[in-house]
């Protein structure tokens, strides 16, 4: 059973347009999400994180939402840039306490020129 | 220095073979982790340590054994694999107390 959904696969978006990256959850001790993006043959890079208190966080041009009540939450990129290709994880964790990530399936992003 | 070194990056090993990956880090972090990433998969958490105290394991087999010798080191040590084995094993470490995980490149390995 996968707590953290990534339902779209891929996503291709136009440069300089916004990159909307989605994530579901089920498990509602999650109290603490991230983003991380990977490139081909490199570990993933912590991008940015939420806290459940909280329903926005924006680091420059990327933002996360979060909704409690639907368990959802997403990933913004305003304006999307060449660079930003790559794939895309939500990870949930039930506490901040440095315990295990559960991470979503990945959205590959593809920002075309 | 914000880095997650992980040694070797490829790793070719028979199903009799004794081989060890390593994790080092200079952040000052006392959390460290190892996940494996089946292509196409997201990241599964294998183990936790946190102190140099193992935390977590999450029913990993027993061919695979950790090690934390010090606060800077993360071993994995490997013996009989099976050629499902064969994954990205990804070395993570973070602040104790913080979910936010620096994650090195991985080792690429694979079990013939």
């Known amino acids: 059973d996968q707590q953290v959904k990534q339902n779209s696969p891929s996503l291709s978006v136009q440069e300089g347009r916004i990159s909307i990256l989605n994530c579901d959850y089920t498990?509602?001790?999650?109290?603490?999400f991230l983003w991380y993006k990977k490139y081909p043959a490199e570990g993933p890079t912590f991008l940015i994180s939420?806290?459940?208190?909280?329903d926005k966080n924006e680091d420059g041009r990327f933002t996360v939402f979060l909704n409690k009540s639907a368990k959802h939450l997403s990933l913004h990129i305003v304006p999307s840039q060449p660079g930003d290709s790559a794939v895309y994880f939500c990870a949930a964790s039930e506490d901040n306490a440095g315990n295990m990530l559960t991470f979503g399936g990945g959205t590959r992003l593809m920002v075309k020129p | 220095d914000t880095e997650v070194t992980q040694t070797p990056k490829h790793l070719v090993m028979g199903m009799t073979n004794k081989k060890s990956l390593k994790c080092e880090q200079h952040?000052?972090?006392?959390?460290m982790y190892w996940y494996k990433q089946k292509a196409k998969k997201p990241p599964e958490l294998m183990f936790v340590y946190s102190y140099e105290k193992l935390s977590i394991n999450e029913s990993v087999p027993s061919r695979f054994s950790p090690e934390c010798p010090n606060s800077s080191l993360l071993n994995l040590h490997l013996h009989a694999l099976q050629p499902e084995d064969s994954a990205l094993y990804l070395c993570?470490?973070?602040?104790?107390?913080?979910?936010?995980?620096?994650f090195g490149q991985g080792t690429r390995l694979t079990v013939v």
């Open positions: 952040m000052g972090h006392r959390a």
């Open positions: 939420i806290s459940s208190i909280k």
């Open positions: 993570a470490s973070s602040q104790v107390g913080n979910t936010e995980a620096f």
């Open positions: 498990n509602s001790m999650f109290d603490y």
